[in-house]
């Protein structure tokens, strides 16, 4: 169930109530999604550096690993939980290190670990590690996007609380004027309550189309898309430039590099 606007209460608190919606409902998604599933035999013990995964196969084929007392077998499934043997030599429990990554998502991906309809985001980061997005970019939207497996610091960026300002450049359908750049810079009344103030900058006008960057510090699905709709808009091409003090300035359609310490210092100092 969506929240929707209640008289006589103030912006603030609606706004901050939609927010909380949404984070709460982040927040379920990633308490369903496992930190720690079950991995295929070979991949497991590869990761515990026991050597490469043909190699692991070739010790199961030779009856040398035991997972709980009985013989292994190819395409099994373990995790830290299992007693896991290589000739008689315990293999002690696997933990997950914790990764950081930013893409420059492309447009065409949608923001999920796993979708039957569209290619995902997680297909673009080759890591061994079991990644997912922080907060969502719509198929169509291009930019900054944040994976991790680390819970806590997707709750730094998604938490209402942090209220971080979110960048984007935005092509648009016509000539946006002065009087609709006040407009979204004091609000818009969309159909799940008025957005918050944005900050808003034309960086072109011509008579058939407009370049916006507007930054906003809310979550809502396709905010901005719909913000420039409702003065009468249609944006044509979308892109995150910025999250909080993070860029993506530098980093090409499609790539993806760790987050540098100094970025990680920053998210959870928020």
Do not use: C
């Amino acid at each position: 169930m969506i929240p929707v606007a209640v008289k006589n209460v103030p912006l603030y608190f609606q706004s901050f109530m939609f927010s909380l919606f949404i984070y709460l409902v982040n927040a379920a998604n990633i308490d369903n999604f496992e930190l720690h599933p079950k991995k295929r035999i070979n991949k497991y013990l590869a990761h515990r550096g026991v050597g490469s995964r043909r190699e692991i196969d070739k010790l199961i084929e030779m009856n040398l690993v035991k997972v709980n007392g009985e013989l292994a077998s190819s395409g099994q499934k373990v995790d830290k939980n299992d007693k896991i043997e290589i000739n008689g030599k315990l293999i002690e429990g696997y933990t997950e290190k914790k990764v950081y990554f930013m893409l420059n998502k492309p447009q065409g991906y949608i923001s999920a670990v796993k979708d039957m309809r569209a290619k995902t985001v997680v297909e673009l980061v080759d890591v061994p590690e079991r990644i997912y997005p922080v907060g969502r970019l719509d198929l169509n939207t291009e930019g900054l996007l944040i994976l991790t497996n680390d819970g806590d610091l997707y709750n730094k960026i998604i938490h209402p609380r942090a209220e971080i300002w979110k960048t984007y450049i935005a092509k648009v359908w016509g000539r946006v004027t002065e009087e609709e750049i006040i407009k979204l810079q004091e609000g818009i009344d969309l159909e799940d309550g008025v957005t918050l103030p944005a900050k808003v900058n034309l960086q072109r006008a011509y008579d058939n189309s407009s370049w916006v960057e507007i930054s906003i510090r809310e979550g809502r699905n396709r905010q901005v898309r719909r913000m420039l709709k409702a003065i009468g808009h249609h944006v044509i091409y979308l892109k995150r430039e910025k999250l909080g003090e993070l860029t993506v300035e530098g980093l090409e359609v499609g790539q993806y590099r760790e987050l540098y310490q100094e970025e990680l210092d920053y998210i959870f100092s928020l």
